[in-house]
Nanobody
Framework: QVQLVESGGGSVEAGGSLRLSCVAS????????MAWFREVPGKRREGVAS????????TYTDSVKGRFTISYDNLKNTVYLQMNSLEPNDTAMYYC?????????????????????WGQGTQVTVSS
């Protein structure tokens, strides 16, 4: 199993930027699909972006396209989420996830309970 640790959350004003990091350890070769999700109290966890670490293919939910970028550093076993032009609606707890069978964010979001690994989350707060 893969262990995931997120960092980089914080508080910013609308229009600002943050970069989240998620370091993977353990047998990372098995879980090659990495993704970011976010959750606000009372709502279902939402898929944000995913990346296939083998071929670099990325997918995004519509609300973040053009503003967020997911990337992966093979040498550091770290997945990043660069978030620009942040909006108050982006406020949430952000979670990193890893899986070996689903690499498309809408597919991963549909099977949340079966994803193989989750991090503990990092809070992002955007003020207006």
């Amino acid at each position: 199993q893969v262990q995931l640790v997120e960092s980089g959350g914080g508080s910013v004003e609308a229009g600002g930027s943050l970069r989240l990091s998620c370091v993977a350890s353990g047998d990372t070769s098995l879980s090659y699909c990495m993704a970011w999700f976010r959750e606000v109290p009372g709502k279902r966890r939402e898929g944000v972006a995913s990346i296939d670490t083998e071929d670099g293919h990325t997918t995004y939910t519509d609300s973040v396209k053009g503003r967020f970028t997911i990337s992966y550093d093979n040498l550091k076993n770290t997945v990043y989420l660069q978030m620009n032009s942040l909006e108050p609606n982006d406020t949430a707890m952000y979670y990193c996830a890893a899986d070996s069978t689903a690499c498309q964010i809408t597919t991963m979001a549909a099977v949340l309970d079966s994803l193989e690994s989750w991090g503990q989350g990092t809070q992002v707060t955007v003020s207006s």
